[in-house]
Structure formats: structure tokens, C-alpha cells
């Protein structure tokens, strides 16, 4: 029976297509990424392979011999106490009058309050008492003298007087410096002024007119009626570290910066040094003197003491490549060129942006000091493969094998 033409013109291009899926199939798959070669562990050393992507992400930096090593220490300004005066009210009560204020330059002697007091009254009325006691016994004096001369009186009488008229003078004496302290006069006014021991500034009021005052409210840990130092030299309080302190000896110099004067630097001298070390901080207190003749500088201003400290034996490098694993400080280093290696090293100094190594290191050694914890990661993981691929094969049927 003879094909019809339809038929056949339904039948050949389904062959075609048949035949084209097979060419298809048939045809080579493409060949798979090859992956990237990871850096392998020969011994103690870690191996990159050439133009690895990860070798632009670690930089080294050579060890340097150690000769002075800047120190930054936190640092703040103080008013200098052995220019400051803190005034405050002796007796109690009331203020009259207050004749200076916040930054008026005062001299010594200044009457800066003054203060309605009866119990100033009552110190002044011992005083005029006194005065008439020592009056009162210097005239029992001479008569006793007139008797003794004339062979009346005995000895021990005229003695007695000489005694207690003495007494009577001492407590004249006594009285007098207590009111001459505070202005008082020959009078009882009750008036008791409060003055400036020194030439200085008025750096700080804590009184107001008609204010009360009570003589408990003076003493440490209160504020004081008045402040008055001399701004031109302040003291600088530094927290040194225990091996700063051989640098920071009293009579060397500093610089101190502030950030609040970007590029000025001020120059400073230690003046003294605690025996001990701070518990809570760690530190050791150092003073410091700095002259402020422009009185650019503040009290409480926060800065930064820079110091030049001399090292003996060792190397420097930077703080950013010595890491810390348990108690063992360790760096890597690059031997040659894609190959690093582990090192244990000893610290003499550990600073915010320098350390010095004592051991462990020469000079010229390339230590790494970016992405050390990236190359940290590589050896674990360099370390980890073998065991990776023993655990896979062994997990393999025996067949597969």
C-alpha cells in the first residue's frame, strides 16, 4: 500500500527533530570550573600559590631595632594647690556682703565677703575681755611691786601676781590673732571678712548675697565659698603605667596635648610620683607642672601626656601584629615571598600603636600587622584539609574505594 503525501510530510521532520535531540545528548558536557588552589601547610610554614587574591590583603611591615619608643598616657590639668587658695566660712552666718566674682583678678589681702556673725561677736567679745583681764592684772601687778619694795608684801605674792598677769596677757594674745584673722577689730561689730591669702584669680563662687552659713559646711568634700588661684601654672595629673614610671622620674620632661588645641604642643616637667599603684586603675599617679602665661589652658581639661621612653635590647614593631593566644603572644611572619610562618615571641612592652619584642624576633623580620587574623584563619583551615579528607575517604564504601 502506497504512503500518502500527508503522511510523509507529518513524519520527516519529526525524524529531524528526533535526530538533533540525539546529536544533543551525545554531544561533550562543558568542562567544570576548576576551583580555587587554597595555600597548603609545609611544615611550620603556610604557602600561597602565585598571584593568590588574598596575598593584596596581608601587609608586613619589618622589625626595627629598639632604641626610644613613643608613650602616650591620658593626662589631666589641675589647678596648681600649691597656688590655690579654697575659702570657707569659719563661723556661722549670714552674708552681707560679696566684693568679688567669677574671674576677677585678686590681690593678696583682697576682702572678698563679708559675713554677719554672732558667733564672730562672741570670739571678738573674748577678745575685749581678755584685753581687760591683762589690764585688770597688770594694775594687781604694780601694786604688788609697790608692796614687795617697800618690804610689806612677800614674795611669793608678788610672784603670784607676775604669774597671772602673764597668763592674762597670753590670752590677749590668743584672742587677737583669732580676730585679727578674719578683720576683726577693737570692737565688738560682729563683722567677720573673709580675705585672699594670694595674688590669683577668682576661679570659682559658690555664695549668694543673704545666704546662711554654717561653720560645718567647710571641709573637704564641700565646696568652697571661693576659690582663688594663680592660672599661670597649672599641675597635670598623669596615669602612668608600672613600666613608664623608671621615664616619668621627677625633673624629666613631657609634652602635653590637647584636643582641643589640635598641632599645639605644651611642654611640662614632673614634678613628683606616688609610691603606689592605683588598685582600681592599675596605674601609677604622676604631677606634672606646665606654665600657661597665656592661660590658653583650663582646669579639667583633658590631654595627653607624650613621653620618649628609652628601650634597651630588642625590636619594635607594630601593636596591630602581635596577637595573644592563652598566655603566649605570637606574630606571623613573612619568610619569603606567599609563605608565613608562626612565632612565639616575649613582650617587654605592650603600647596602643608600638610593642617592643624581646625574644623571638630580629631585626628585619617582616611581621604581618593587616588581616593577621585572616591568615590565622587559612592556617586552621591549611591544618583542618588532611583531616577533612581522611575522615571523607574512610566514610566511602569499600567498592567506591
Known sequence: MQET??????IKPLISILALAVLAACSEAPAPTAAEVRPIIQG???RFPAGHPQLSLLKSTPAIQATTLTVDLPAKLVWNEERTQRIYAPFAGRVTQIRADLGQAVGKGFSLLSVSSPEFGAAQADAAKAMADAKNAGKALSRQKELFDAGIAARKDFEQAEADAARAQA???RANARTRLYGGGQQVNQQLTLMSELNGVVVERNVNPGQELRSEQSGPGMPALFVVTDPSQLWV???AKEADVSTLKPGSSFDLLVQAMPGQVFKGKVVAAADFIDPVTRTIKIRGAIANPKRLLKAEMLGTARIQRNLGQGVVVPATGVFLRGTQHRVFVESAPGTYEVRDVDL???GAKESVISSGLIVGDKVVTDNGLLLAREFRM???LP??????????????K
Do not use: F, G, W
Not at 583531616?387 to 567506591?400: D, R, W
Open 171 to 173: 590670752e590677749v594674745d
Open 5 to 10: 503525501p500527508v503522511k510523509n510530510s507529518v
Open 44 to 46: 611550620t610554614q603556610l
Open 382 to 384: 591549611a591544618a583542618d
Open 237 to 239: 595629673q598623669i596615669d
Open 387 to 400: 583531616k577533612k579528607s581522611a575522615m571523607l575517604e574512610a566514610s566511602q564504601p569499600a567498592a567506591a
Open 348 to 350: 617587654a612592652y605592650e
